[in-house]
């Protein structure tokens, strides 16, 4: 009797401090099967996980302070269940490790995240209908300019006014800050983003400053840690490419690269039709204007996604480059967890890049899997 109360006890004390905290443990497990067709090149058909959503594991917690305010955390780590390994076994909470501060000035927060318009708790993209996911017609393709996530991030945004918030972020090294400041890749970003009266737009201004030299072990993709570096990417190796080729193995000073990004979204019931533009530009070399329409379409008690998006301009060789690409994914809930998805997508490109065997600039994907949410 005395061992049973003792029990009971100690469970209790564990459901209150679990209460008091308010901690989560929260994921998402997404696998399925995909066939891809690259330009001259051979069909692969492999297991793929994190197709559209990564597979991710995490820990999210708030403590209320009083008087409006209190503190949270956000703990997160990719895998893939189709072999049982981390994302980046580098790193304990690769996705996200985010401490952060809310009260009546907004909120504040410091750690590792995801750029503006790229994933995590502080994105604010709008406009394109996979968002980062779906592979060849993520957001995330040679064109674009992408940061993908980061670490030594310092995020703030404001309360809401009138539907309306600003949104700044601060990276002191994208990857590391251990050298002197002027030989750290800094990311800095500044956005407002509107969500109220059926509509969800945001405008964003990002650069990074590229500091230092550039050698074949150190180039533009130590700024855009999702350039076939970052795997744990919900784009996975997006930019595994003759571009990144030509990138490392550039030589001299690296530039400032910047972009301006644009969405728009209008909820109208079944419909929401969705608009993106990005301009980017480094100097001496890529410079880009990319397009986007898309839309969200409820149909057969799921969501139907369709989109189209064509862009041009320069590689990072100052070589003229253009990629177009149409994809549609049916996203089918089973309960409120599960959910089936399917995709179909199809990309070309002209100029220096017709005859690149990429499957994200010349070639098909057809993805059918499942995702699971915890």
Request: aromatic content about 14%.
């Amino acid at each position: 009797m005395k061992k049973s109360l003792i029990a009971m006890g100690v469970l209790g004390a564990f459901s209150t401090l679990a209460f008091a905290s308010n901690v989560t443990l929260y994921g998402v497990i997404e696998e399925g099967v995909v066939v891809s067709k690259a330009k001259d090149a051979d069909t692969t058909v492999i297991m793929k996980s994190g197709f559209d959503q990564g597979s991710r594991w995490g820990i999210k917690g708030v403590e209320e302070l009083g008087n409006g305010y209190n503190v949270g955390f956000i703990l997160e780590q990719g895998f893939d269940p189709d072999t049982g390994n981390a994302a980046d076994s580098s790193k304990a909470f690769s996705r996200e490790a985010f401490l952060y501060v809310n009260g009546g000035f907004g909120k504040f927060g410091f750690g590792r995240t995801g750029a503006l318009t790229y994933a995590q708790s502080n994105v604010i993209l709008t406009g394109w209908a996979f968002g980062t996911g779906f592979q060849i017609s993520a957001w995330q393709n040679q064109l674009t300019a992408n940061w993908g996530r980061m670490s030594n991030v310092v995020a703030y945004n404001t309360p809401v006014f009138g539907g309306f918030s600003v949104h700044a972020m601060y990276s002191n090294g994208t990857s590391e800050d251990t050298n002197k400041w002027s030989e750290n890749n800094h990311y800095y970003g500044l956005g407002v983003l509107y969500n109220a009266n059926n509509i969800k737009s945001s405008l964003v201004f990002e650069a990074g400053d590229n500091k230092g030299t550039a050698t074949k072990a150190q180039t533009l993709g130590d700024i855009l840690e999702g350039v076939g570096i970052d795997e744990d990417s919900d784009a996975g190796a997006v930019f595994k490419s003759d571009w990144d080729k030509e990138a490392i193995a550039a030589e001299g000073k690296k530039k400032t690269l910047y972009a301006i990004t644009y969405g728009l979204e209008y909820n109208m019931g079944m419909v929401t039709p969705m608009f993106i533009y990005q301009f980017n530009h480094q100097s001496d070399g890529r410079q880009a204007n990319i397009f986007g329409l898309s839309a969200k379409i409820s149909v057969g008690g799921g969501d139907a996604l369709v989109g189209a998006r064509y862009g041009f301009g320069k590689n990072d060789a100052a070589k003229k480059v253009n990629n177009w690409n149409i994809g549609a994914a049916y996203i089918y809930p089973l309960s409120k967890r599960t959910a089936i998805k399917a995709y179909a997508g199809y990309t070309d490109s002209g100029k220096n890049w017709k005859d690149t065997s990429d499957i994200y600039l010349n070639g098909y994907q057809v993805y059918l899997g499942m995702r699971h949410s915890f």
